[in-house]
């Protein structure tokens, strides 16, 4: 049987089987009757959770979960505004669920438990209805808790691109490829120890410094030795080939779980187009780009310089371990070569413009963060307002009002903070003001600040959390409630 006719036939049994114990959701944010659960036509998308196994080169191939038999998954190309469903079947053990990061949908199919998102249950299948928005680079993965299990949700291979169309070619480009930035086999180190590019965040005075530090003994981190673009590691898939005058257009992903990651193409500037899929008002051309977890930059370069270069991270250690790709112009032979970009600091003020065209906000809402270092061995605990997650009560929102969100970093860490099912945009970082830089997830720098506006648009409950797995696993979230 071919795998087709496998995928076609697992299927209809589950959907006979697991009529009443598998819910189905039909229209956005509706669950289907029992009597409509059969489904009888075909998905406009499947994704299989399934094992995989990842060969990131000959002598490097490790097992994990996927989707459709590869991680990262399948490239999901949508068309904004039209409708599509999504069959989701898990073959694993246990519960999942799908996030779609950065899209503006009901919480009943934004795949999220805090928010009410149905699990997809171990051996069942879900199908869900969902209006793809906006148009730009989005991304979809898995979004259970993992704890200390470092085999679980996004430590896994369970992540891949959604592109939605908008009708707007971001610029003229000859190729396209979508690169997502990964680490593997991540394991438990202490404190101090993982390659970490928080410094890359600092950007002006420490605002939240607290006057007195907690200095008691900080606990587990989580690291990797292990790196890749997509599936391989730097040198072992096949190189981007390129030609002289050629525009290349590229979509990276930060889809680790642990790591804000920098990189750079040698040789080349990169300008950049779009944050997190949303295009900015004042595209920059830059050496290296920072990319936060969860976070997405497109970038055009214009291929000016022949030679074969590498594309990776700018860290030493992480890029020989894996994290890179070759870019080799037509007709070249020699050694790929990496050149160290300028050291430089990530500010994302300068893709933004002087005044809103948004409206000013109404409300403010304060969020003071907190690490509560838990000692050798354990976990640290993450506090927001105080208390970690959960909170007596949601934060309430009213629909329709505008909101300015201070988010106050009073830790050590860089944080990749994300907002589900809305759009954020950037009013300061750091004391520097700005606008018009949308995005969905941002890094918040180490006893930094960062002010963000958004309009309550999406009734219900929506996930706010710090986008490192641990982080958000032991405490790090919140939940908004829009009346
Ligand atoms: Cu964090």
């Not at 459709?68 to 599509?84: D, F, H, I």
């Not at 977890?293 to 370069?301: K, Q, S």
């Not at 074969?308 to 007709?331: K, N």
């Not at 018009?436 to 999406?458: L, S």
Request: proline content about 7%.
């Amino acid at each position: 049987m071919k795998r087709r006719d496998l995928i076609k036939f697992g299927g209809l049994t589950l959907a006979r089987a697991g009529a009443v114990r598998f819910p189905l959701l039909a229209q956005d944010g509706m669950a289907m009757s029992p009597a409509a659960q059969a489904p009888l036509t075909q998905a406009d998308y499947t994704l299989r959770i399934a094992p995989v196994t990842v060969e990131l080169s000959p002598d490097r191939i490790l097992s994990t979960i996927g989707y459709n038999g590869t991680a990262p998954g399948p490239v999901l190309r949508m068309k904004e505004g039209k409708q599509v469903t999504v069959d989701v079947i898990n073959d694993t053990d246990t519960p999942e669920l799908v996030h779609w990061h950065g899209m503006l949908i009901p919480s009943a199919v934004d795949g999220a438990e805090e928010e009410g998102s149905p699990f997809v249950p171990p051996h069942g299948r879900s199908r869900i209805q969902l209006t793809p928005s906006p148009a730009g680079s989005r991304w979809y993965h898995t979004h259970v808790m993992a704890m200390d299990d470092l085999h679980k949700s996004t430590y896994t291979g369970q992540f891949g691109f959604v592109y939605v169309d908008g009708g707007n070619d971001p610029g003229q480009y000859d190729q396209e490829h979508f690169l997502a930035l990964r680490d593997w086999e991540p394991f438990f180190t202490g404190p101090g120890t993982m390659a970490d590019e928080d410094d890359e965040t600092h950007t002006g005075p420490l605002l939240e410094k607290p006057a007195v530090l907690n200095t008691a003994q900080a606990g587990l981190e989580v690291s990797s030795t292990t790196y890749s673009i997509n599936d391989k590691a730097l040198g072992f898939g096949e190189p981007i080939r390129v030609r002289e005058g050629q525009r290349l257009l590229l979509h990276f992903l930060n889809a680790s779980a642990i790591e804000n990651r920098r990189v750079a193409l040698a040789g080349h500037k990169m300008k950049v187009i779009a944050l997190d899929g949303n295009p900015v008002p004042t595209p920059q051309s830059l050496d290296s780009i920072f990319l936060g977890v969860g976070e997405r930059i497109d970038v055009v370069v214009e291929m000016n310089n022949p030679g074969i270069w590498v594309l990776g991270a700018t860290e030493p250690m992480v890029r020989q371990a894996g994290l890179g790709v070759i870019v080799e112009y037509a007709g070249q032979h020699r050694q790929p070569l990496w050149v160290d970009p300028p050291k430089s600091s990530w500010d994302y003020t300068i893709f933004g413009t002087v005044a809103s065209s948004s409206p000013a906000p109404e409300q403010t809402i304060d969020m003071i963060f907190e690490k509560i270092p838990s000692g050798m061995g354990k976990f640290n605990l993450w506090l927001v307002n105080g208390k970690p997650y959960p909170h007596d009560r949601e934060f309430v929102l009213q629909q329709g009002t505008r909101y300015r969100l201070v988010m106050r970093n009073r830790t050590d860490d860089a944080h990749p903070m994300h907002m589900h099912r809305h759009l954020w945009e950037l009013a300061e970082i750091n004391g520097k003001k700005t606008a018009g830089v949308i995005k969905d997830t941002v890094v918040i720098p180490y006893y930094g600040r960062a002010m963000v506006d958004f309009t309550a648009t999406q009734p219900g409950l929506t996930l706010f959390h710090c986008h490192i797995q641990q982080h958000m696993d032991y405490g790090f979230k919140a939940l908004f409630r829009t009346a």
